[in-house]
C-alpha cells in the first residue's frame, strides 16, 4: 500500500504538457463532428422527404430528376434510412480492431475518409430509396470505424490526469455534430445539406495528416524512435517521457506474450470483466433511447402537434446536448464516472416518465393536453438531452479507452463498438414499431423502465476509474500486477540511452 502511494506521489510531481494533448485530441474528434452530423441528418431530412409526401402522387421509387422536389420517402423508408447507418457502423466497427493494428490508430482515420465521402455523394445525388440506404451505409462505414479509432487514439495519447476530460471531448464533439446537421437543416433542402456534410471529413484529414500517431502502437511495430519523439511531442520538454515508453513495452511485452483469443474475452474473468461492463454500458446507451430520439427529433416534436416549430425545437434540443457534454467534460475528472452515470440514468428516466405521460394524456385528453401543458416535450426533452449528455452519452465510449489492456484493447474495442451499433439499430428500427403495438406513451415507459436499470447498475456494478492509470484498472479488474518503472531523476536519465 506505502509502494502505491509513494509511486502516485512520485508520478504526480512530473506534470505532462497538457496543450498538445487537447491539439492532438481536438483534430482527432474533428472526426466526431462527422459522426454527429451522420447521425443526426435523418432528423432534418426525415422531416422534408416525408412531409412531400402529402403533396405529391408521384411513386418515390420512380426515377426522378436530379434536386427534383417531388422525391419523397414514406414514414416505414425513412426509419430505415436513419437505422442503416448503423448496420454500417457496426460493419465499420468491426473492420476498425483489424485497421488500428495494420493501418494505426491515425492511419484509420484517414483511410476513413473514403467510405464517407462516398456515402455522403450517393445521399446528395440520390434518386431514389436504394441510393440513401447505399450512403446512408457508407456514411456508417465511417462513423464505425472513427468510433474505434479516435476513442482508442485518445486512451493511448492521453495522461491519467486529463484522460476523462479528453475522453469526453469525443462525445462534446459529436453533439456539435448533431447540432450542425440540425440548424443548417432549417435553411438547406436535404442534398444541399449533404454536400456541406462532406467538408467535414476532408478538414479531418487535414488535421490528422499534421497530428502524431499514438506512441503505443509505434512501439508495437518496433517503431522505437518514432515513439519516442511522439510522446515528446505529446508530454512536453521536461517530462521523463523514457520511463512512460518503458512502462508501455512493459504492456506491449505482456500482450505479445498473451495473444487473447476471442473466447477469452468471455471465459477469462479479469477479461471477461471489464468487457461485460463496457457492452453493458453500450446496451444502456443505445436502450435508453437516446438514439431513437435524436434521429427522430423532429417527428417526435411534430406527433406531440405543439405550437413550438419542429426544427427550431430540435436545435434547442441540440444546445442543450453540447452544454450538457461540456459540463461532463469539466467535472468528470473530479466527481468521476459512476456518479455521472447515476444522475444521467435518474434523469432520463424522469424525462422518459413525463414524456410518456404527455403522449398519454394526448391519447385522451388532447384539447386539455394542447392547452394545458404543451410545453412538456420540450421541457422533457431538454432535461433528457442534458442527462444523456452528462453520462451515457461520453462515458461508455471514455471507460471503453479504458477499460482494455493492451493484448485485448483492439479486439475488444472492435467488439464493444460492433454491439454498440447493433444496439441502436435494432432501437431506431423498432422504435414505430414499438409505437403501433404499445403507443407513443407505452414506448417511454419502456425506456423509463430500462435507465432505471442503468441507474442501478451504474450503482452498484460500474467500478470508478477516475485518476487510475491503466495498469491500476487492470489490477482493479482482477488482472496481473505490472511493475512501474518510476520517473527518474536528470542525473539518473543522463547515467543510460533513452531507448532500451
Known amino acids: ?120 455523394l450517393l445521399i446528395a445525388l440520390a434518386v431514389n430509396f436504394p441510393m440513401l440506404l447505399a450512403g446512408r451505409i457508407g456514411t456508417g462505414v465511417f462513423v464505425g470505424l472513427t468510433c474505434v479509432s479516435v476513442n482508442t487514439y485518445i486512451g493511448e495519447i492521453a495522461s491519467s490526469d486529463i484522460r476523462g476530460t479528453l475522453g469526453s471531448g469525443f462525445q462534446l464533439m459529436v453533439n456539435a455534430g448533431f447540432l450542425v446537421a440540425y440548424s443548417f437543416g432549417i435553411i438547406l433542402d436535404w442534398y444541399y445539406l449533404a454536400f456541406l456534410c462532406i467538408s467535414i471529413p476532408l478538414l479531418f484529414t487535414v488535421a490528422m495528416f499534421f497530428n502524431k500517431e499514438s506512441p503505443v502502437y509505434l512501439l508495437s511495430k518496433g517503431r522505437d524512435q518514432e515513439a519516442l519523439e511522439s510522446l515528446k511531442f505529446l508530454r512536453g520538454p521536461n517530462y521523463p517521457v523514457q520511463s512512460e515508453l518503458r512502462n508501455m513495452r512493459l504492456a506491449l511485452h505482456e500482450r505479445n506474450t498473451k495473444q487473447v483469443h476471442f473466447t477469452e474475452l468471455f471465459l477469462t474473468p479479469h477479461l471477461a470483466r471489464p468487457f461485460m461492463v463496457s457492452v453493458t454500458l453500450m446496451f444502456f446507451q443505445q436502450f435508453s433511447g437516446a438514439n431513437a430520439v435524436l434521429f427522430n427529433l423532429s417527428t417526435i416534436f411534430k406527433s406531440a402537434g405543439t405550437d413550438i416549430p419542429e426544427s427550431l425545437s430540435s436545435v434547442i434540443v441540440g444546445i442543450v446536448f453540447i452544454l450538457g457534454t461540456f459540463l461532463s467534460s469539466i467535472v468528470i475528472d473530479k466527481i468521476g464516472r459512476k456518479v455521472l452515470l447515476s444522475i444521467s440514468a435518474g434523469m432520463m428516466c424522469i424525462s422518459h416518465v413525463g414524456l410518456g405521460y404527455f403522449f398519454y394524456q394526448l391519447d385522451y385528453a388532447e384539447k386539455w393536453t394542447l392547452e394545458t401543458i404543451p410545453w412538456l416535450p420540450l421541457l422533457a426533452l431538454v432535461v433528457f438531452m442534458f442527462g444523456f449528455a452528462i453520462g451515457f452519452a461520453p462515458v461508455p465510449w471514455l471507460m471503453m479507452g479504458e477499460l482494455f489492456s493492451s493484448e485485448t484493447r483492439e479486439l475488444a474495442s472492435s467488439m464493444v463498438t460492433a454491439a454498440n451499433w447493433f444496439f441502436s439499430f435494432v432501437v431506431t428500427v423498432t422504435f414505430e414499431y414499438i409505437q403501433i403495438v404499445i403507443l407513443d406513451f407505452g414506448a417511454y415507459w419502456m425506456y423509463a423502465t430500462i435507465c432505471m436499470a442503468a441507474l442501478v447498475f451504474s450503482a452498484c456494478i460500474v467500478k470508478e476509474t477516475k485518476g487510475k492509470d491503466l495498469e491500476q484498472i487492470m489490477e482493479m479488474f482482477g488482472g496481473p500486477k505490472v511493475v512501474m518503472v518510476m520517473p527518474q531523476t536528470a542525473e539518473a536519465r543522463t547515467a543510460q540511452p533513452l531507448l532500451s
Open 1 to 120: 500500500m506505502d509502494d502505491d502511494v509513494e509511486r502516485r506521489e512520485s508520478l504526480a510531481a512530473y506534470r505532462a504538457a497538457r496543450m498538445p494533448q487537447f491539439v492532438a485530441a481536438i483534430s482527432a474528434c474533428i472526426g466526431a463532428v462527422e459522426v454527429g452530423a451522420i447521425l443526426g441528418y435523418s432528423s432534418p431530412a426525415g422531416l422534408q422527404l416525408t412531409s412531400r409526401m402529402n403533396s405529391t402522387t408521384f411513386n418515390a421509387t420512380e426515377g426522378i430528376h436530379l434536386f427534383d422536389d417531388t422525391f419523397f420517402l414514406r414514414k416505414r423508408q425513412m426509419a430505415w434510412v436513419s437505422s442503416v447507418v448503423s448496420l454500417g457502423a457496426l460493419w465499420g466497427g468491426l473492420m476498425g480492431g483489424t485497421a488500428l493494428n495494420v493501418f494505426g490508430r491515425r492511419g484509420t482515420m484517414l483511410l476513413s475518409l473514403v467510405p464517407a465521402v462516398i456515402g455522403w
